[in-house]
């Protein structure tokens, strides 16, 4: 959780140096965000209220901001709504809100936030995040080389699978959370995180949809669905996938 220090380690070919503005008036947070961020190869700049975030995005430009709802001066709604109005068009937000703050969640969102954390979070899954927005809005370039793992080979660009040589066919959303997890190795992810993730804004979806597309791409990608070796069960917790 937040103040926890480890260790990061970035997948090669990610996005490197990419700007990030942390907005949050608790130091201590926005430090361990900023650490965490710089690790993981990106330039982190912080700001402690919402003027000085606006300022500082305006003349920065970052590529992304990580926004702590509750701000003193303008909140974290009214600096989002501010730096979707930008000139140089609207710049990806992370919100970061309280626990049961639904209300902020929802109004965030549909301001126009590309994602959302939850305090406490973990600092790692908290640029796992950053990485997995940067990346939709900065696809692969065309030569990116293809995700491979032990038989398994992914084309993000051609939104393309093959497993032993052979195309493997998915639906839409079965390419999305197989690339979202081939981009997360070793991390583990409960099944509400994976339906903000990779379903997108669904807050009140069943998340019995994530076991079914789980229990879906193993029927396709692995050796032997009933002891997988990609898409791992952590009880209690979730699914991680294992490079």
């Not at 992810?189 to 993730?197: C, N, V």
């Given at each position: 959780m937040i103040g926890t220090v480890g260790t990061i380690e970035r997948m090669p070919g990610q996005e490197g140096r990419r700007s990030v503005l942390v907005v949050d008036d608790e130091p201590t947070i926005a430090?361990?965000?900023?650490?965490?961020?710089?690790?993981?190869?990106?330039?982190?700049?912080?700001?402690?209220?919402?003027?000085?975030?606006?300022?500082?995005?305006?003349?920065?430009?970052?590529?992304?901001?990580?926004?702590?709802v509750m701000l003193p001066g303008l909140d974290g709604l009214q600096v989002l709504r501010r730096?979707?109005?930008g000139e140089d068009g609207p710049t990806p937000v992370i919100l970061l809100t309280a626990k049961g703050e639904q209300e902020d969640k929802l109004a965030g969102l549909r301001s126009g936030a590309?994602?959302?954390?939850?305090?406490?979070?973990?600092?790692?899954?908290?640029?796992?995040?950053?990485?997995a927005v940067?990346?939709?809005?900065?696809?692969?370039?065309?030569?990116?080389?293809?995700?491979?793992?032990?038989?398994?080979?992914i084309d993000v660009r051609g939104r393309r699978v093959e497993f032993d040589g052979e195309e493997v066919q998915l639906s839409q959303r079965e390419f999305d959370l197989l690339e979202f997890?081939?981009?997360?190795?070793?991390?583990?992810?409960?099944?509400?995180?994976?339906?903000?993730?990779?379903?997108?804004?669904?807050?009140?979806a069943d998340t019995s949809t994530v076991t079914v597309h789980v229990r879906r791409l193993r029927a396709k990608i692995e050796?032997?669905?009933?002891?997988?070796?990609?898409?791992?069960?952590?009880?209690g917790v979730g699914y991680r996938f294992q490079p």
């Open positions: 430090e361990v965000v900023s650490r965490y961020l710089e690790r993981a190869g990106y330039r982190a700049t912080t700001a402690a209220d919402g003027l000085e975030a606006v300022r500082l995005a305006a003349e920065r430009r970052p590529d992304l901001v990580v926004l702590d730096l979707r109005e590309d994602d959302y954390v939850v305090k406490p979070f973990s600092p790692s899954e908290l640029v796992a995040r950053v990485d940067l990346r939709r809005i900065h696809p692969p370039g065309i030569d990116a080389e293809p995700l491979r793992f032990d038989g398994l080979e997890f081939a981009s997360n190795p070793g991390q583990a992810f409960s099944r509400d995180q994976l339906m903000d993730r990779v379903w997108g804004s669904a807050l009140l050796p032997d669905p009933e002891r997988p070796r990609f898409i791992q069960t952590l009880w």
